[in-house]
């Protein structure tokens, strides 16, 4: 078996998951468990729990996690990606606990609004980095693979069958109107989660469909400086061959695109959607 060893990218990798791991339990600490807006997985049972027996919420998110990594193990993506996971949850059990004797006890605002879109903003930047970090939070991630492999489950479906789970008890624990509040935090979460994971580098892919595709080709390489593909193809209904221009474009230059294909090709089809993330030359780094 090869040998571990430790290096550079894997020390910062660390780094973004102790930050991550901090602003989650910053989040919750200050917003979420004052408010009794329970989060998801086994975080938002172990403030359940809490709630009525006042046992630590990290040493129980670590208990809680124990069973799930035992059964996971095999499904946590190598040992690397199960050591970041490991240090992750580890870490946040202990920032939940400490911060308990730091921050005020009721948060900084009573106001359910305020609690559940801070703490979800806050909460789910901190899964984004660790998701950065090549890690995961534990809990809902190694169970929502352990679902996947045994019974075909989809990983988003085990997390709304986990968080779904969550959420009732936690309605019947504070109250339904926090239970609601609590699932608007949820959704306020994987929206902040997403953005700090993918960054803000947010394109527009574009489509054309032409019959003068070298004079849209030419006005796209010479006027924006952006590559582009020619893909051949058929139309369905007309059996006529034309070429497809396939380029990807910032937001700003879809306004450009779509004057330039107005004056060659006024008869053009064009289709623009949205990509997530675009690596490679003239964009984001392969880092």
């Known amino acids: 078996m090869k040998q571990y060893q430790f290096n550079w990218e894997e020390g910062t990798d660390f780094l973004i998951i102790l930050g ?6 910053l ?59 490991i240090f992750a949850v580890v870490v946040f059990s202990v920032f939940v606990d400490s911060l308990a004797w730091i921050l005020p ?7 359910l609004n305020l609690n559940a879109l ?14 950065r970090g090549k890690g995961t939070s534990g809990g809902s991630d190694i169970l929502g693979r352990i679902l996947n492999h045994w019974k075909g489950i989809s990983i988003s ?13 936690a309605g019947l624990s504070f109250s339904w109107e926090n239970a609601l ?14 953005a700090a994971l993918e960054g803000s580098n947010v394109v527009r892919t574009v489509m054309i469909i032409t019959d003068k595709p070298e004079e ?33 474009l910032s937001r700003s230059e879809i306004a450009q695109i779509k004057a330039m294909v107005r004056q060659v090709d006024p008869a053009a089809f064009v289709v623009i959607s949205q990509a997530h993330e675009a690596l490679g030359e003239g964009f984001k780094r392969f880092d």
């Open 118 to 131: 801070y703490g979800g903003v806050i909460s789910g930047i901190g899964y984004g980095l660790v998701y």
């Open 20 to 25: 991550g791991v901090f602003l989650q339990a």
């Open 181 to 194: 509040y609590a699932i608007v935090s949820l959704y306020i979460s994987g929206l902040a989660a997403e």
């Open 216 to 248: 849209i080709r030419m006005k796209i390489l010479h006027d924006l400086e952006r590559g582009v593909t020619i893909i051949p193809a058929v139309g369905g209904y007309s059996g006529v061959t034309k070429s497809i221009l396939y380029c990807v």
């Open 105 to 111: 006890a009721n948060g900084l605002t009573r106001d």
């Open 157 to 169: 479906q085990s997390y709304l069958l986990t968080d779904a789970g969550i959420m009732l008890l």
């Open 27 to 85: 989040g919750m600490r200050l917003f979420l468990i004052p408010a009794h807006l329970a989060s998801g997985g086994v975080a938002g049972l172990a403030q359940i729990i809490n709630y009525h027996t006042h046992f630590p919420i990290g040493i129980m998110v670590i208990l809680g996690n124990i069973p799930l990594f035992v059964l996971g193990w095999r499904y946590l993506g190598g040992f690397r990606f199960a050591l970041r996971t």
